[in-house]
């Protein structure tokens, strides 16, 4: 079974920065692609940054330069750099991972963790 835990976030002033760290455990051969999303309170969840096994990556629009997203292919890690924080950067961050091979299987839905708080506020 994968699992992926979420750590970092909190309380961040505006204009600050913070990393938050995505690990997924189980029995894991591959992870296609790894990555973020957020969901804002009353607003649907949105894609934050994804990166393939390939290392291509692919932000969401408002990103615009400020977060960084890198992997450890072989950890099964993915962590997210995020500078230059705004208030409506306020949301809970949830790790995804998707097509997972696990003992030979592939499962190409998606996991997902619990999601971490990001409180961007003076």
């Known amino acids: 079974q994968v699992q992926l835990v979420e750590s970092g976030g909190g309380l961040v002033q505006p204009g600050g920065s913070t990393r938050l760290s995505c690990s997924a455990s189980?029995?894991?051969?591959?992870?296609?692609?790894m990555g973020w999303y957020r969901q804002a309170p009353g607003q649907e969840r949105e894609l934050v940054a994804i990166?393939?096994?390939?290392?291509?990556?692919n932000y969401g629009d408002f990103v615009k330069d400020r977060f960084t997203i890198s992997r450890d292919f072989g950890k099964h890690t993915a962590d997210l750099q995020m500078n230059s924080l705004k208030p409506e950067d306020t949301a809970v961050y949830y790790c995804e991972a998707t097509g997972v091979t696990t003992e030979g299987r592939f499962y190409g839905g998606q996991y997902w963790g619990k999601g971490t708080l990001v409180t961007v506020s003076s």
């Open positions: 990166m393939s096994r390939g290392g291509s990556t």
């Open positions: 189980g029995t894991i051969s591959t992870i296609n692609v």
